[in-house]
């Protein structure tokens, strides 16, 4: 689900991040305010996801998880707390991609329960004189202002395929120092489940299923 939200007297379109940080936001306050936050509450993202989101998670006590892009990595792990005789620890799951999760009923991204609860924060705030844009700018003031923009090139027919292959060997093998500005501190491939450190050379393991993905840990908190 996708929102405009009033800001003065213009409409501001909310990202897939920031609706999704607004309600785990909104779900983790309400449950800790009413002690029906479980005791050890966890939280699930995707790789590509907001990294504002490991901050609020921290205020709160909630372990956050990360998975590869894809609902069913975050419904794997709802199934492993299930099986685990855990179900109730699991409080939220969202991607950037717009999808979220609220309880343990579904095992894909479910738009009418986002939707509820995107209208009970809605009315919440207003009973605070807020918006949700103002709310979300209280965070921002909080945790950090962090930006985010998604870029989707399309190359067709089997020259794009191998351009696409191409080009990801290349960065493979020549990995950047450098991203738009940004020093490159680690380089995560995920196809060779490593992690380089770039200034001591170190390589560790991913944690995650192998995918053709390249990941950049860049200065100042940007990836």
Known sequence: VGIAVKDGDDYRLMTGNETGIM??????????????????????????????????????????RNVLTGFKYIGEQILGLERAGEADRFVFGFEE???????????????????????????????????????????????????????SMTLKGKEGIEKIQNTIEKLRENVPTEIAGYKVLSARDYKLDTVKNMETGEVTGTGLPKSNVLYYDLSDSAW
């Open 97 to 151: 991609s717009y999808g979220c999760l609220i309880g343990t009923h579904a095992r894909d991204k479910d738009a009418v329960v986002a939707t509820m609860a995107l209208c009970e924060a809605v009315a919440y705030y207003k009973t605070k004189g807020m918006s949700l844009w103002n709310k979300m700018i209280e965070m921002y003031e909080r945790y950090g202002y962090w930006s985010d923009g998604v870029q």
């Open 23 to 64: 309600l785990m936001n909104y779900i983790l306050s309400c449950r800790k305010r009413n002690g029906t936050l479980p005791e050890r509450p966890v939280a699930v993202k995707t790789i590509v996801t907001s990294e504002m989101i490991p901050r609020i998670c921290a205020d709160y006590g909630c372990e956050l």
